[in-house]
């Protein structure tokens, strides 16, 4: 078993593969954190608790006169509320007495094979061939009856460790939950740099690094949906922590909702990570007997450096959180209508493009935003799913005949969280969106937001949905939410209620995507937040691929791929091929690089094909043959960032076969300097023993001189000029 308690020392012993967690009950009942790390071989770890009478510390009443046991410095695995530990806490709940203490001791514990499971929430799963224990432990306020469970899946080959907590009420009173995380984790020390991934529309998931400093450090959403702004997901590491070295520890959410994610330096450099629902504008009331379930937390760690620790959530997030049966199955490569022609576009003129994408290579049509409704812009008609048969006089059925006739497949965007002021929908109900009665509302690109958190609002769209997607042959879908969420208060929800509203939200949106695309495997579904606003494992559950970000210039791409890749599979990742000068930058950019650069995911088109010259649509061509070729290694590879975007002037990655034996690298120099130094680019993941042929040079190389002395590149390279290569294995040591 990966999971034991050992009675002795009252310590429980979690270890997969190369990594150990230890936690122990403390004499006084409290469950306190001892180590998390690289694999140890320890079952008590007692010394490395320190106790010390420390001034302004409160010491629990069971600790009688002992002025060293204070929760205010101990490593707390739970840390409880108005108990003396005034860090950040795991938890606040309201009592039935309006106090706000919560004092978990342990009551039992529970071990046993398999993974816990999570009710109307995604989680991840237990693949064929992992070996899977679970424990649970449960911490009592005897006074007020309130519980937690805290609950965790060792992955043992995988190296990761699920959590999460379950609040219970086993008392009589009402009580209102204001903050539980999913996860807390207390190191001893607080030498780490901590990094995140923020952004904005259009340039999400930048890289920030920075040093874990005294106070609170939080980034999250409040925004309704996991945001453009901040990921659920986060590192902490050791300040000498790179690509290749250093311990790195990473926190990933899996939820769609506000989230939140902090570090906390204490005033005995200390440092604590919470990880959980966003505390903001959050309450939940439980009624006795009722239970409240947090979302599920990821936890790896990887002794070797960033590429590590991407690894192994490539790997969990592939095998055992994506449902979606085209997983593994090479994903079409599609031509979207959007910066083709945006609201401009009748069925002729669709079929246009769609012909002129068929000499491209293009295997899927898909049709953007406008179809429905009175929609010529993007200020009416969302919610009026009724398709526009000015624009469509055969409607959706019709035009997905005549692209399959062609020899296509047929692709379709919807939205179905929003509404238009401007539509009948709204029209009929007002009241099936979020607002606060008596305000006026707060508009997002002229649109508000269904409200969710009502069961007649999702059944709804449940029904009206279904019916689209039944009523014509759809391959796949793109799901779209595009603003974020405020005004929140929902017309079915009693006044103390209403801090439930946006996590209901979330889980009427899981309701709905259960509903429709888990019965609708033949489809594949692509996520999507005016671009990459809601990029996070609870969409990757549902959706196998989401669209990156709304910025298409393969420049920029070049950092919001490179942040994306630090937790998601490349294979998660759509990526597209746009015109120049591009319609967000203004930048221009060889059509080679920008093929290079969207074959760093799942690659399609989004551009006018019948603008292109025969000599482009043949490059584009080309480009769909390679990506279809070395798809298996883009897609299934080891994935290695050899320089970062904002450091270097030549950013490249590379993709490397599970047996070494073949790798893709690809480059694009995004600086040029007049009579520049030399540069070379060191490889990564090769056989350091076998010989290699590197595409277009003589000779073979062993894997051990490519990836220490490097390959030098071309000096005649220009700006936002591409390289693509291989690097084939054709002998083993001699
Ligand atoms: C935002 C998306 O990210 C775009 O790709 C496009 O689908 C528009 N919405 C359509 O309104």
């Known amino acids: 078993m990966s999971i034991q308690f050992h009675e002795e020392s009252n310590t429980f012993i979690l270890d997969t ?32 608790l320190r106790f010390q009478d420390r001034g302004f510390s409160p010491n629990p009443n069971e600790a009688g006169n002992d002025r060293t046991f204070s929760l205010d410095f101990l490593p707390q695995e739970f840390s409880t509320d108005g108990k003396g530990d005034y860090r950040s806490p795991s938890i606040e709940v309201e009592n039935g007495d309006g106090s706000f203490i919560f004092s978990g001791k342990v009551t039992g514990h529970r071990i046993y094979r398999g993974k816990y499971r999570l009710e109307g929430m995604p989680s991840l799963r237990a693949a064929e061939g992992d070996t899977v224990d679970s424990l649970e432990i449960r911490l009592e306020d005897a ?18 460790i699920a959590r999460t907590a379950r609040f219970e009420n086993a008392g009589s009173d009402t009580l209102k939950l204001r903050r539980l995380m999913s996860a807390t984790v207390d190191y001893r020390t607080a030498d780490y740099d901590f990094i995140c991934f923020s952004g904005r529309h259009t340039m999400e998931r930048e890289f920030c690094r920075m040093s874990a400093e005294r106070g609170v450090h939080a980034v999250g959403s409040s925004r309704g949906a996991s945001s453009h702004q901040f990921n659920p997901f986060g590192i902490v590491c050791e300040k000498r922590a790179d690509e290749d070295c250093g311990e790195c520890y990473g926190y990933s959410l899996i939820y769609s909702g506000n989230f939140l994610l902090e570090t906390e330096r204490d005033q005995f450099d200390q440092l604590r990570v919470n990880l959980g629902i966003n505390p903001k504008n959050f309450t939940f009331v439980i009624e006795p007997g009722e239970t409240f379930q947090a979302p599920e937390a990821v936890l790896a760690f990887s002794p070797d450096g960033f590429t590590g620790l991407s690894h192994l959530y490539h790997r969990i997030f592939r095998d055992n959180l994506i449902r979606s049966p085209y997983l593994h199955a090479p994903r079409p490569v599609l031509l979207n209508s959007w910066e083709a022609a945006y609201f401009d576009f009748d069925e002729e003129r669709l079929l246009q493009i769609a012909r002129a994408s068929l000499d491209m290579g293009v295997e899927l049509f898909v049709l953007d935003d406008g179809w429905f409704g009175r929609r010529d812009s993007d200020n009416c008609s969302l919610g009026d799913w009724e398709v526009n048969r000015r624009k469509l006089p055969d409607g959706l059925a019709g035009l997905s005949q005549k692209l399959h006739a062609m020899g296509l497949k047929f692709g379709l965007w919807i939205e179905p969280e929003m509404v238009s002021e401007d539509s009948d929908l709204y029209r009929r109900h007002p009241d099936w969106c979020l607002r606060a009665p008596g305000r006026p509302m707060t508009r997002g690109r002229n649109q508000l937001v269904l409200d969710l958190s009502r069961r007649d609002v999702c059944d709804y769209l449940i029904r009206v949905f279904n019916g689209i ?15 974020s969420i405020s005004d929140v208060c929902s017309a079915l929800l009693d006044r103390d209620r209403q801090g439930e509203a946006m996590h209901r939200y979330v889980l009427g949106l899981y309701r709905i995507m259960d509903e429709m695309i888990l019965t609708h495997p033949e489809i594949l579904f692509c996520g999507c937040s005016g671009g990459g606003g809601r990029y996070d494992p609870a969409m990757l559950y549902y959706q196998p691929q989401i669209w990156c970000s709304d910025n298409t210039d393969a420049i920029s791409r070049l950092k919001i791929q490179y942040g994306t890749s630090f937790a998601y599979p490349v294979q998660t990742l759509e990526s597209h091929v746009s015109v120049c000068p591009n319609h967000q930058t203004g930048r221009t950019v060889p059509l080679k690089t920008r093929g290079v650069v969207a074959m760093d995911g799942i690659l399609g088109y989004e551009l006018d094909s019948t603008k292109l010259s025969a000599e482009e649509k043949a490059l584009c061509r080309e480009q769909v043959k390679r990506y279809q070729e070395y798809y298996p290694l883009i897609a299934e590879g080891d994935y290695y960032r050899l320089t970062s975007p904002y450091e270097s002037s030549v950013t490249a990655w590379e993709h490397v076969s599970a047996d070494r034996s073949l790798a893709l690298i690809s480059l694009v120099l995004t600086d040029r300097e007049s009579n520049g130094a030399q540069q070379y680019l060191k490889l990564k993941g090769l056989d350091r023993t076998a010989f290699y042929r590197v595409q277009d040079r003589d000779g073979a190389y062993s894997g051990a001189l490519l990836m220490n002395a490097g390959i030098p590149l071309p000096a005649g390279l220009l700006e936002y000029e591409a390289l693509q290569f291989t690097v084939r294995k054709v002998r083993d040591a001699e």
């Open 469 to 483: 997607l039944d009523g014509a042959q759809i391959e796949y879908v793109k799901w779209d939410m595009n603003r």
């Open 17 to 48: 593969r190369d990594t150990s967690y230890r936690m122990q009950i403390s004499r006084y009942g409290n469950l306190l954190h001892l180590y998390y790390g690289r694999r140890i071989y320890d079952v008590s770890l007692d010394y490395l």
């Open 143 to 160: 006074e007020s009856g309130a519980a937690v469970i805290l609950c965790y899946s060792v992955f043992e080959e995988k190296n990761i």
